[in-house]
C-alpha cells in the first residue's frame, strides 16, 4: 500500500514529510531533498511558523523541473487563532499565499481548542474562547466554504476524539475525510481508528516515531527491544519497523527529519514488509501513551483540558 483514497479517488502518498519543528533555515533544504528523492507528500501548518520556506522548496523544485503542482500532495492546518466560520478562508488564503499555491490538498483543523484572534501560545485563561461560543460546527462550515471554492480539494481536522467527531457529522454537508492524530506502536488509538473506518475516515499519524520529548527510558520507542530485534531480523532500521507497523494498519505517516540520509531511510520504509508474526508483537507494545500531551491547552481557570481533547 503506497496510497490511501479518498471518496473521489484522488489519493494521498501514505508516507510524506513532517514539518513541525524544523526551523525555517532547515527545512527549505529539507523539502527540496526530500523531493528530489522523491517524496510527494508535504505536510505543513500556519503554527510551525516555516510555510514560507516550505513554499520557496516547493517553488524551486517545480522550477527545477522536479515535479509538478499536481504530483505533490500538500496538507496544511487552520490554527487555533482562525476557529469561527468567518475566520477560515482567510487563514486559508495567507497559508496558500505562504505556500506559493493556489489550492491545498487537504486542509485540517489544527486542534479543538479555540484561541483569541493573534494568539500564538496561551498564557493565561483570557487567551481562549470556550467551544460553547464558538462551536467546532460553525468552523467547521468555514472549512466546507474552503472546499466548495476550491481552495482546498480535501478536508479534515487534526487531534479529534470520538465525541467531537460526531458532533462536526451530525450537521456537516462535507464529512471530515480526515483525522491527523498522534499514532505509533505505543499509542495505536484502535477505538479511535474503528471509529473513523465506520465513518469513512481516513487516519494519518503524527510523531510516528515517538519524541524525545520524554526522558524515561523505557518511552524511547526506537530503543525499545522488541522493534529493534524485528528490526534486525528483517535488516531494517528501528524507524522503518515503527513505520512500516503504522502503515500495515492502513494509516499515514509523517515522519519529521531534516537529515537526508534518514529521509532516504523513512521513504525506504515503503520497501519492506513485516509478517504477521511481526505485527502481533508490536501491537502487544501498545501503552497507551502520547508524547503530545496536550497540557499545554491547560492553564489556570481555563476552559480545556488534555482529558477533554483526548477522552471521548
Known sequence: MTALKFRNNDEMPILGLGTFRSEPNEVYNAVLSAIKIGYRH???AAAYGNEKEVGNAIAEAIKQGLVTREDLWVTSKLWNASH???NVIPALKQTLEDLQLEYLDLYLIHWP???KKGTEMPEKASDFIPLSEVPLTNTWKGMEAALEQGLAKH???SNFNENQLKE???TAVHQPEMNQVEMHPFLQQDALQSFCVKNDMLLTAYAPLGSLVDDNSTLRLLENDTIKNIAKARRMSPAQV???YTIQRGIAVIPKSIN???LLQNLESLNHTLTEDDMALL???DKGHRFIDGKFWEVDNGPYTADSIWKA
Open 42 to 44: 508535504i505536510d505543513c
Open 84 to 86: 469561527g466560520e468567518e
Open 113 to 115: 481548542v479555540a484561541l
Open 155 to 157: 478536508i479534515g481536522v
Open 168 to 170: 462536526i457529522l451530525v
Open 242 to 244: 515503527a513505520l512500516a
Open 260 to 262: 537526508e540520509a534518514r
Open 283 to 285: 501491537k502487544d507494545l
